[in-house]
Nanobody, 124 residues
Framework: QVHLVESGGGAVQSGGSLRLSCAAS????????MAWFRQAPGKQREAVAR???????TYADSVKGRFTISQDNAENTLDLQMNSLKPEDTAIYYC??????????????????WGQGTQVTVSS
């Protein structure tokens, strides 16, 4: 059974930092794409950062240069280091996993496994 459990959320002032972690279990971690999504009140869920098995990363334009996604394949953990936080970063942050395949480069199927989310609140 797939389990994704986030931790590390909280409240911080604008300009501060937080580090989110996601503990994954129940699936072959190295065969999956991993990502962080977020959903702010009244807004659609959006992808914040993604990482593939070859450690290729992609970021939303709104967080480039401020957020860093990383993973530890030995520990099956996914992290998101968030620096220079802004009030608009306030949201529930979710860890997600998607099966991936390789045809010369890595591709991800739909993100079908989700954690319960962790709240991040940034005050001005």
């Amino acid at each position: 059974q797939v389990h994704l459990v986030e931790s590390g959320g909280g409240a911080v002032q604008s300009g501060g930092s937080l580090r989110l972690s996601c503990a994954a279990s129940g699936f072959p971690y190295r065969s999956f794409c991993m990502a962080w999504f977020r959903q702010a009140p009244g807004k659609q869920r959006e992808a914040v950062a993604r990482i593939n098995a070859d450690s290729t990363t992609t970021y939303a334009d709104s967080v480039k240069g401020r957020f860093t996604i990383s993973q530890d394949n030995a520990e099956n953990t996914l992290d998101l280091q968030m620096n220079s936080l802004k009030p608009e970063d306030t949201a529930i942050y979710y860890c997600a996993a998607a099966p991936q395949y390789y045809d010369g480069s890595y591709h991800c199927y739909d993100y079908s496994f989700w954690g319960q989310g962790t709240q991040v609140t940034v005050s001005s």
